[in-house]
């Protein structure tokens, strides 16, 4: 009966994910007669740059997504339960809006003539150099994906049982003491969560970089974008890159789930 | 007689328009065992919750040992909680949850070894240092709660109904073994149940709430013999409670037949409360009897017969150690001491 129900699953998967998989691999693998050969992923290799620059981005990102989205989700999860929902749904309203829409209108904000320099000039400085900026990329990203750090981080932080927080309290911890000694360690599953949802999207993120970042500001995702649809049609040089990047990412999660591990045995499956 | 360690004096909470306390007054004095009693929503886990620290009174003052505490934080009370549903930290292990208290507070690694060792031993959980807290049960779960409340050596320490999740056998246990704690090391404990019986069995002074409002503060046999009005005689133990008329000090007419009793000072011809226990009537022949009713059941109870007798519209509830006839007619007496008046309830809302 169990395999019965989940077969619709797994002919999903089969089709959707496996079979991709092993096109991508399959295509990393061969020239463009279909013969096979390694010349796609050493030719990867001459982009370590990018992928250095790409991996970076993601990294500062991430960390810039966790250092403001945990204070957040802690107060959210402090606050009377019937401003939790109204203050998530603020959070989540602009994630309603078109993902290209909200990065345009980053440029219009940033750009020499937005809105920011034209308001900084009015006080007399600028015109500040925004757009087309490492900066500007990095914003871009945290803004785009700093509500999946917030929504898993705020649901394991709700889960907390209260009384849990109330007894280290009452044996002699201070509301901050509270926060390191129980609240970050139990909210470690949610930290892991939040770090994959927003890392993975980052590193292979192309919209944000050729938006923000200008023509030169070249990452991963651009790259890949490239071989399949700009001028340098090469898809299986794109497929070797997207596979090296799936290996990296691979590593990534595979050392961040070991730190998870070796914190305490029982986890919350992501 | 110990000193008064903790004092709440005019103490009054309100949640939204709904009031949760009403100028509460008590007094616990040091290495007592205090309960509090009474249905769920009474107030009690709020009154323990002001001496915890987790919950500021809107009016009134705490004071711990002649101190003011209103607005002293839970981590700067000498005092320590085992929480309802143990609250214990799911991250760390048994000998990491015993010893967070101390290890906050600095002691040095083997006096904390020797403190969580010697709590370990108390709670009958030598062994389990290493256990993860998910693999204990909930005795287990509970002793460790109790130790790691303990183990700080509070002056007082705080229970919110802490054998709520146990099994009757397991909960008569721990009842047996949290009063010989109490004993051995002498701290004030202030024990909040809805268990009749648990407090009856636990406590020196019980303390029976209702509505936000203390009903009677006494030792357990005081509450028993004596309650002071039908909510306290009703909430412990069971009860026959009736009108009556209060015919002058020391008489009382009760369904048109006036009984001798002790108690004076409820005025002349007052409507007051009787109450009188199952197993204080005696079941004697009709011809003798003041008072006559017909059996209408007879349950077996093991060191007694349980019995309800008809009279006058009134359902007598009866304990005896013989049975009576179903459908038969039978005469009850009681002796003086036996009949305790109250004043009838104020309206408490």
């Not at chain 2, 709440?8 to 100028?23: H, M």
């Not at chain 2, 969580?116 to 287990?140: C, P």
Request: aromatic content about 8%.
């Amino acid at each position: 009966m169990k395999k019965l129900t989940s077969a619709p699953y797994l002919l999903w998967m089969a089709i959707f994910v496996v079979v991709p998989l092993f096109m991508v691999a399959y295509f990393a693998f061969t020239d463009q007669s279909g013969a096979f050969t390694l010349e796609n992923i050493i030719k990867t290799g001459q982009y370590t740059p990018i992928f250095v620059k790409s991996i970076a981005f993601a990294a500062i990102s991430t960390a810039i997504c966790l250092l403001l989205a945990y204070p957040l989700s802690y107060i959210l999860s402090t606050m009377k339960v019937s401003y939790q929902g109204t203050m998530l749904l603020i959070i989540m309203l602009p994630m309603w809006m078109n993902f290209l829409l909200r990065t345009y209108a980053w440029q219009t904000l940033l750009g020499n003539n937005g809105i920011i320099n034209n308001l900084l000039g009015v006080i007399g400085i600028g015109p500040f150099k925004l757009l087309n900026t490492n900066g500007a990329v990095i914003l871009g990203m945290v803004y785009d994906y700093i509500p999946f750090m917030i929504l898993p981080l705020y649901t394991v932080m709700a889960k907390i049982d209260k009384s849990i927080i109330e007894a280290a309290e009452d044996l002699g911890c201070s509301r901050i003491q509270s926060i390191i000694k129980i609240t970050v360690p139990l909210s470690i599953p949610g930290i892991i969560s939040g770090i994959t949802m927003v890392f993975v999207p980052a590193i292979s993120t192309f919209i944000i970089s050729k938006m923000l970042g200008g023509s030169s500001n070249l990452l991963i995702g651009d790259l890949i974008e490239m071989q399949f649809l700009g001028n340098s049609y090469n898809p299986n040089l794109g497929a070797g890159i997207a596979f090296v990047l799936m290996i990296i990412i691979l590593i990534v999660m595979a050392v961040i789930n070991l730190i998870d591990k070796s914190d305490s045995d029982d986890k919350v499956l992501m | 007689m110990e000193k008064n360690i903790i004092s709440l004096r005019n103490v009054s909470v309100t949640y939204g328009d709904e009031t949760v306390l009403k100028n509460i007054n008590l007094d616990i004095r040091d290495k007592e065992f205090v309960t509090f009693l009474g249905p769920s929503g009474c107030g009690k886990t709020t009154t323990l919750r002001i001496i915890g620290g987790f919950l500021t009174p809107d009016t009134g003052t705490v004071t711990f040992e002649d101190t003011q505490i209103n607005n002293v934080p839970p981590y700067k009370r000498n005092i320590n909680t085992v929480f309802q549903k143990y609250a214990l930290f799911p991250h760390l292990n048994v000998y990491e949850n015993i010893a967070f208290g101390l290890k906050l507070k600095k002691f040095k690694k083997d006096e904390i070894h020797k403190r969580v060792s010697d709590m370990l031993r108390l709670v009958n959980l030598t062994g389990y240092e290493k256990r993860n807290i998910a693999q204990l049960s909930g005795g287990q779960q509970q002793r460790v709660a109790i130790a790691r409340a303990l183990v700080n050596h509070p002056k007082v320490l705080l229970l919110d109904e802490p054998l709520g999740a146990l099994d009757l056998k397991l909960r008569k246990e721990m009842q047996r073994e949290l009063k010989k704690i109490q004993q051995q090391l002498e701290i004030t404990f202030i024990y909040v149940t809805h268990d009749q019986e648990e407090a009856l069995t636990m406590s020196d002074t019980v303390i029976v709430m209702n509505n936000g409002n203390i009903q009677q503060i006494g030792t357990p046999v005081d509450i028993y013999n004596e309650p002071v009005n039908a909510f306290v005689a009703d909430f412990i133990g069971e009860s026959n409670i009736m009108n009556g008329i209060m015919v002058r000090d020391r008489l009382v007419n009760i369904f048109g037949h006036d009984f001798e009793c002790v108690d004076t000072g409820f005025g002349e011809n007052n409507p007051v409360d009787v109450v009188i226990r199952p197993e204080d009537i005696r079941l004697i022949s009709p011809d003798d009897a003041k008072l006559c009713g017909k059996v209408t059941s007879v349950i077996f109870k093991g060191v007694h017969y349980e019995m309800t007798i008809v009279s006058d519209d009134f359902t007598w509830l009866v304990h005896s150690t013989k049975a009576a006839e179903v459908n038969s007619v039978v005469g009850m007496e009681f002796d003086p001491y036996d009949i305790q008046i109250m004043n009838k309830m104020e309206e408490d809302k």
